[in-house]
């Protein structure tokens, strides 16, 4: 079983729309999350990390992490032409030294214009 | 210029022959990756560097074995490729290896295994 599940797989969201994305771990000891972006035929970069309940907003882009649900979600606010990527999410162990990411399927965000 | 470089970006092999992937990182970061992203699987994790000959296996090794011997300096070497181990390989790193850093991620190396 997948240990971060993502939904929706694909998105399709008109320009200057909100793309909502979620995640979930089946994991308990994953309490640490990150969000990555992949364009086509680049490595993922990454946007943003979460590591507390609540919300973390970095620009166009929201966070929201609920530890006791494990849940957390992407939005992204006005979205653009170049928002269209696969979308990771990736979760750690709190104390988890030099172990690496466990990734999500990702979901494939597509904007239109 | 905080980059990861990887070369080759594409390669084609026989089953049963040899193959090395090379990454390189200008960021005098400690840790290093081996990830590999197949449609359905996403990134799965082959291998972790912590630093120079500090090697650590990740959740799919087998197959696999890495070189480290200068810190911006990373391998991947498939021993007689096998055609299931075609996939897109990514290597990444990070300043330390702390769950607070982001990876770096290069462009990838498609590799295709007839």
């Known amino acids: 079983q997948q240990k971060v599940q993502q939904s929706p797989e694909s998105l399709s969201v008109p320009e200057g729309g909100m793309a909502s994305l979620n995640c979930t771990s089946s994991?308990?000891?994953?309490?640490y999350f990150w969000w990555y972006r992949q364009h086509s035929g680049e490595g993922p970069k990454a946007l943003m990390?979460?590591?507390?309940?609540g919300d973390k907003k970095e620009g166009r882009f929201t966070a929201h992490l609920n530890k006791a649900s494990l849940h957390v979600s992407l939005h992204i606010r006005d979205s653009q032409p170049s928002d269209s990527a696969l979308y990771f999410c990736?979760?750690?162990?709190?104390?988890?030294?030099?172990?690496?990411?466990?990734f999500g399927l990702g979901t494939r965000v597509s904007v239109f214009p | 210029d905080m980059k990861v470089t990887q070369m080759p970006r594409y390669l084609i092999k026989r089953m049963g022959e040899n193959v090395l992937l090379e990454c390189g990182q200008d960021?005098?970061?400690?840790?290093m990756y081996w990830y590999r992203q197949d449609p359905g699987l996403g990134l799965q994790l082959i291998y972790i560097?912590?630093?120079?000959?500090?090697?650590s296996e990740g959740d799919i090794p087998k197959g696999y074995r890495v070189s480290r011997k200068k810190r911006e300096h990373f391998s991947l070497i498939l021993d007689s490729a096998k055609t299931n181990q075609t996939s897109v390989y990514f290597c990444?790193?990070?300043?330390?290896?702390?769950?607070?850093?982001?990876?770096?991620f290069g462009h990838g190396t498609k590799l295709s295994v007839l």
């Open positions: 560097s912590y630093d120079v000959d500090s090697n």
């Open positions: 994991d308990r000891n994953f309490q």
């Open positions: 990444a790193s990070s300043l330390e290896g702390h769950v607070n850093e982001r990876l770096f």
């Open positions: 990390s979460i590591f507390s309940d």
């Open positions: 960021m005098s970061h400690e840790t």
């Open positions: 990736a979760a750690s162990e709190p104390n988890n030294y030099a172990q690496g990411l466990t």
